[in-house]
């Protein structure tokens, strides 16, 4: 449903526009349009309605009907945008664009050809939504009533599990009774709330019944409920009181109670006891801050535990993030051990000729239990032996559609949950993940841009940033446990994800259903026939015939192989293409998509662009940066909508960049003279930069500059208040000094990176009322000074620090910063700091006194030899409380080899004092 919503969510306005602009239509026409602009609007009411039910439930012909909805929408998109493509001037300016476009429009619709063709299309659209206007009304009285319905919850076997079956149980349910009993003391300690959190099928109810069993008898009273998706709060209330005490509470259900009456009646029994109570399985924070009214904290010594699939719920749920209990992955041994017991007999164990296959299975199931135990019912019939070849087809059938067992249907099921948990917004920005390979690494930047591309991410506020919706999408998919976070920037975002191999099989079944993403892989189940009408393709097997599909109606394509693919370059029938991304694949046939939104040129052989890419009026991404083009042509300063562009290092771009205001990301930008040529370039473009008032990130590099030229470039980027990241690479002697030429930062900045530009020293716009939110800075300079630490250690929220003096490279040499005492840096500074790392400077981590860094883990810095080894330095360390990680650039000088050892046994020495023992590095 959500599918269908998505489709007519872009088209209203757009129906909206075309009525206002008053176009030179038949009138019959313009009826038409409003009849099915209105239409529409109660098919999105009705579809908003119909989404709240699981598909499972719902009749089949409402499916259809939606179905038919979604494809009218696509195909009305498709109309509207043509006309506009072939009426459109590229204006900025509102007013001369509807002036224009009447006059342009009265010219285009002089001929008989062109308004029959719009008319005609316009007319099949109309008759058939009033089609399905009539199909509405019929299901509208049909519509089920939107709650789930009575179904058996399949984990609450994981509540009757007997401990026996139990495999690698053990260090995780001592682990999290340690963080509930640590340092009990009932008359001292309040009440804990320690949360379980973790992705469907992990385990969590598993594991909380098992602490619960093995600590419930230190408690006066206990109870384990369940909340579920669709919470009856009374029920649950009523749940509590009957778990702790089953006599006096006997007839609880057959009372009607108000749910404030019932969280008196629990306040009044809990007072002055000692409770242990789980609360299983919430969904939402609204449901946790009833059910917590109910828990005051006059019962010291208490413990409630909750378990979530979402990170927002657990952290609501407890006063620290501390509290939170994050369920991880069986590792490979306790996996294996699982799978055995579940496949074969005790006695016997795996047979060598099903080791490396059952290891592929294992793999595959990524230390999920649940999927561990499912795959090994395919697998187990008795303790009778299935064959290898039976072994190979389930090793095949995961992330392609598994058989349709029992087992497999109630893991389904599960995972089911969480889908029909998401918003509407978020459905089909998971179901966009069935695009990517199994195990791809998906980088959250270039999935943000194709979420926009596509029409995912979307708002009618025309001052609301795209980028960051989409990026508040990206957060709430790990939050919610669907995707498997990759790594965590110095801005505390998720670089990158990946999704497991269980939710890629449920995403690419339900994607393959709703006809949103066609897969090309080389299995026969993905390649649909050739009458459907395939709209999103994903090449991840050269081995495909796609010149089989048909390409009408396909509005992306993009390619996960290095391999020619068979005429895939033939793209020439995609009329509506809005997603082009290659890697390294041919020079497509023809550059006339009109309604391209992202073009991405992996590897493309070509030297220069076409000059008819001037027309892609819409496209909003273009990325050349993995190409051998040397130059833009001047037609791409016409596509107004352009907010992403990556050009790659020494490409001569045309005048008139300027006029693409909606740009927020400009990488790649050269100024001065290229490695390539002799010849200056784009020197134009430093005094249009100050045109572009929505950059989010620059990043740029300069050859060699005059100072005009320099003085100009900070002046413009002065005027850039919404810039988010800066980044710089210099030349040097190639130009002035650009910090100290009139640079206002924008207080936005994040993230600054400032290489080779050789500051003379630490600039005074980096202080912490210029740069509040600064978390990431990397600058090379020519000196520093000791209050330039005291400055930096001032920035609140920076948490990467890399500070160089240039010339560290020299043999031999290293800069010692002058007077450098521990009393330059205060008690307080460097809060937020996690890495700092020091070269071509003397700075030792005893320069931060007890309290400054708290939560500093890696630090790297640079010492002469002799200077550790005349013990002139105090290597000292044991007062920064995260330390984790100590790497030592230790330079020979003229140092003898003995003194290079001290050297090193004092570094070590003094690592080995720490109470984390730090892990230690030592560069010679």
């Known amino acids: 449903m959500e599918l269908a919503m998505l489709a007519i969510r872009p088209l209203l306005p757009k129906l909206g526009s075309l009525l206002a602009a008053e176009f030179t239509l038949e009138k019959r026409v313009r009826k038409g349009i409003d009849t099915l602009n209105r239409e529409l609007k109660l098919m999105h009411a009705a579809l908003s309605k119909v989404a709240k039910v699981p598909p499972d439930q719902l009749d089949e012909g409402v499916k259809i009907w939606a179905g038919m909805v979604r494809d009218l929408a696509y195909h009305m998109e498709d109309i509207i945008d043509t006309f506009m493509v072939r009426v459109y001037d590229g204006s900025s300016n509102p007013k001369n664009r509807v002036k224009k476009l009447l006059k342009k429009t009265g010219r285009l619709f002089s001929k008989g050809k062109d308004h029959h063709r719009i008319s005609d299309a316009l007319k099949q659209a109309v008759a058939q939504a009033e089609q ?34 139990l495999v690698g149980i053990e260090e995780p349910r001592e682990e999290l009774i340690n963080m509930l009993l ?38 006066d009273c206990r109870a384990f409920v369940s909340v579920s998706q669709n919470p009856d709060i009374k029920k649950i209330l009523k749940d509590i009181l009957f778990g702790l005490d089953k006599d006096k509470y006997a007839k609880i259900y057959n009372v009607s109670r108000e749910a404030s009456h019932l969280i008196d009646e629990l306040i009044e029994f809990l007072n002055d006891k000692r409770y242990l109570i789980i609360i299983d399985d919430i969904w939402d924070e609204e449901s946790w801050e009833i059910i917590k009214l109910a828990f005051f904290k006059k019962s010291p010594g208490s413990r409630l535990i909750t378990t979530t699939r979402n990170v927002s719920v657990a952290k609501a749920c407890c006063t ?6 994050r369920m991880k992955p069986l590792c490979d041994d306790v996996s294996r051990r699982l799978f055995c017991k579940r496949v074969f007999s005790p006695s016997e164990g795996c047979p060598d000729e099903l080791l490396e296959v059952s290891q592929h299975i294992l793999k595959k199931c990524g230390g999920i239990p649940l999927a561990i135990i499912t795959i090994a019912s395919l697998l187990a019939n008795n303790h009778q032996m299935k064959t290898k070849d039976h072994w190979d087809a389930v090793l095949k059938s995961i992330g392609r559609g598994l058989t349709e067992d029992r087992n497999v249907k109630e893991m389904k099921k599960i995972l089911l949950f969480s889908y029909y948990d998401l918003p509407s ?3 089909p920005c998971l179901l966009y993940l069935s695009i990517y390979p199994e195990d791809h690494l998906i980088m959250r930047c270039q999935l943000i841009l194709k979420w926009i591309s596509e029409g995912i991410v979307y708002s009618e506020e025309e001052e609301t940033s795209l980028y960051e919706l989409g990026d508040s999408y990206f957060n709430e998919l790990v939050n919610r446990s669907m995707i498997q976070p990759i790594g965590i920037d110095w801005e505390e975002k998720v670089k990158a994800c990946r999704v497991h191999d269980m939710v890629l099989d449920l995403i690419c079944s339900l994607a393959s259903e709703e006809n949103f993403v066609t897969i090309l892989n080389g299995t026969k189940r993905k390649i649909p026939d050739s009458q459907s009408k395939a709209r999103r393709l994903s090449v991840q097997n050269s081995n495909v015939e796609v010149a089989t599909i048909s390409m009408a109606q396909v509005r992306s394509i993009s390619v996960f192989t290095n391999d020619d693919v068979d005429q895939l370059y033939k793209v020439s029938s995609c009329q509506v293409l809005r997603v082009l991304d290659l890697e390294y694949c041919p020079s497509p046939d023809t550059w006339n998509f009109l309604h391209l939104r992202q073009l991405r040129l992996e590897g493309y052989g070509g030297k220069e662009l076409p000059v008819e890419i001037g027309k ?42 300027g006029n693409l205001t909606f740009l927020e990301v400009l990488m790649g930008l050269t100024v001065g003279k290229t490695r390539r040529s002799s010849d200056s370039c784009n020197h134009h473009i430093v005094k249009e930069l100050c045109n572009l008032t929505k950059l989010r990130v620059v990043q740029l590099s300069w050859r060699v500059l005059d100072e005009n030229i320099t003085k100009t470039l900070a002046e413009s980027l002065s005027n850039l208040r919404k810039l988010q990241v800066l980044e710089i690479y210099g030349e040097k002697g190639g130009h002035g000094d650009l910090m100290h030429e009139g640079w206002v930062p924008s207080q936005q900045l994040r993230r600054v990176f400032i290489t080779d530009s050789l500051p003379s020293t630490l600039s005074a716009w980096i202080n912490p009322s210029s740069l509040p939110l600064l978390s990431c800075l990397v600058i090379t300079v020519s000196k520093v000074r000791p209050e330039d630490i005291l400055l930096l250690g001032m920035l609140r929220a920076l948490r990467y620090l890399c500070l160089g003096v240039d010339g560290y490279w020299c043999p031999g040499e290293l800069r010692v910063v002058a007077e450098m005492e521990k009393s330059v840096v205060t008690a307080d500074a460097f809060p937020c700091v996690e890495e700092c790392i020091f070269y071509g400077i003397a700075i030792a981590p005893s320069i931060f006194p007890r309290g400054a860094a708290p939560r500093l883990r890696k630090i790297h810095f ?16 044991g007062h920064l409380p995260s330390l984790k ?40």
């Open 885 to 924: 990680e100590v790497r030592v650039s230790l330079m020979r000088g003229e140092a003898s080899n003995e003194v290079l050892e001290d050297a090193e046994v004092a570094l070590r020495a003094a690592a080995a004092h720490h109470p984390n023992r730090p892990v230690i590095k030592i560069y010679k």
């Open 182 to 219: 640590q340092g009990d003391d009932r008359s001292n300690n309040p009440l804990k709330t320690v949360s379980i959190v973790g992705f469907g099928g992990l385990g969590k109810t598993t594991l909380a019944k098992t602490v619960y069993d093995k600590i419930k008898v230190k408690f």
């Open 616 to 657: 892609l009026l819409f496209l909003q991404i273009l990325d050349i940066s993995g190409t051998r083009i040397k130059e833009i042509p001047s037609s791409v300063v016409g596509l107004r909508r352009l907010m992403y562009l990556d050009v790659g290092w020494d490409v001569k771009l045309p005048s008139g960049v």
């Open 320 to 325: 620290s993030t501390d509290d939170i209990y």
């Open 862 to 877: 640079s010492f002469l030899a002799r200077w550790i080894g005349h013990g002139d330095i105090d290597l000292s360390m």
């Open 425 to 427: 917004y978020l459905k």
């Open 132 to 165: 399905l206007a009539e199909q509405r009304q019929r299901y509208e009285v049909e519509m089920p009533d939107t709650g789930h319905g009575i179904s058996i919850d399949p984990r609450i076997k994981a509540m009757y599990t007997d401990a026996t079956e």
